[in-house]
């Protein structure tokens, strides 16, 4: 079945510092990847999604991530993490013909002054 | 402006009360999902509707109902018989299911919480 892995529960940088939270995926065929951000009591955005070609994928916000077949991952990356940036991310993979997107259980993100 | 909402942003229930979470689209998206959010446990599913007055149970379904009689709107049902149903609720639409047309776009979200 497929599955997704955030070992990170919660992850503490300061400002200014570069980032990378983690993602594993179990999937069979060419997954299609997602990463989304929810800020505190509010609905989830997309950051940035990849679907084939180019295995390094930009989004929005300044963050990229890097599609890695042979480690089964797909880790979110930022160069500089700006105080704005504090929330719960989820990395999510497509499942199944149905279209349904399976989630991990999220990395909360603290950034220090 | 194209988007989700979702009613109430907060709601009270009191113990053996059925209540009913809106959620509207406008976006003209075939498929509506609706999602269960508790600390540390991520995304659940708990339906999905793929066309108009067509729905499956998700991974958790039980003690919820869903409606699907409008292209835009997917109202879900927390019954009594959910024995935990405080919780953040999500809903969200995709233009359809399956592909690469399968990015979803969220809703802002109702906090249910049982008295």
């Known amino acids: 079945a497929q599955s997704v892995t955030q070992p990170d529960i919660h992850i503490t940088v300061s400002e200014g510092a570069s980032l990378e939270l983690r993602c594993n995926y179990s999937?069979?065929?060419?997954?299609?990847l997602f990463w989304y951000v929810q800020s505190p009591g509010q609905g989830l955005q997309l950051l940035l999604k990849y679907f084939s070609g180019d295995t390094l994928v930009q989004g929005i916000k300044g963050f990229e991530a890097e599609f890695k077949r042979s480690q089964s991952s797909f880790n979110l990356r930022k160069p500089s993490v700006h105080w704005s940036d504090a929330a719960e991310y989820f990395c999510a993979v497509k499942g199944g013909s149905q279209g349904n997107l399976i989630f991990g259980k999220g990395t909360k993100l603290s950034v220090k002054p | 402006d194209g988007g989700i909402t979702q009613s109430p942003k907060y709601l009270f229930r009191k113990e053996g009360q059925n209540v009913t979470l809106s959620c509207e689209q406008n976006l003209n998206h075939d498929a509506m999902y609706w999602y269960r959010q508790d600390p540390g446990q991520g995304l659940r599913l708990i339906y999905y509707s793929q066309i108009v007055n067509d729905f499956q149970k998700g991974d958790i379904a039980e003690g919820y109902s869903v409606s699907r009689e409008k292209k835009e709107s997917f109202p879900l049902t927390v019954t009594s018989a959910q024995k935990n149903p405080t919780a953040f609720y999500l809903c969200a639409s995709s233009i359809r299911p399956g592909g690469v047309y399968n990015e979803q776009f969220f809703g802002p979200g109702t906090r249910l919480t049982v008295l």
């Open positions: 999937y069979g065929a060419t997954p299609y």
